[in-house]
């Protein structure tokens, strides 16, 4: 196993972490019943930053889990 493939993989999982636990900060059981905001929210701003970040962090940490798995 290549000692680089499983840093990179080490670091992008403790990003993927803290950004999950940053898009849902501040959001109840109660939402998901059909509470304040409803069901169907945009995500706007920073969130929607934050998302597409989870997004291609979670494809870069499958890419290197492949990678790992290869080599």
Partial sequence: M???LLLSQ???SVV?????LL?????ALGSAFGGESGF?????GIQKK?????VVVG????ILA???LLF
């Fill in 50 to 54: 934050i998302f597409w970040a989870t």
């Fill in 40 to 44: 169907y929210t945009t995500r706007r």
């Fill in 10 to 12: 080490a670091i992008a």
């Fill in 59 to 62: 494809v870069i940490f499958v």
């Fill in 2 to 4: 290549n000692p680089i």
């Fill in 66 to 68: 492949v990678l790992n």
């Fill in 23 to 27: 898009q849902q900060r501040g959001t």
């Fill in 16 to 20: 993927l972490i803290v950004l999950i």
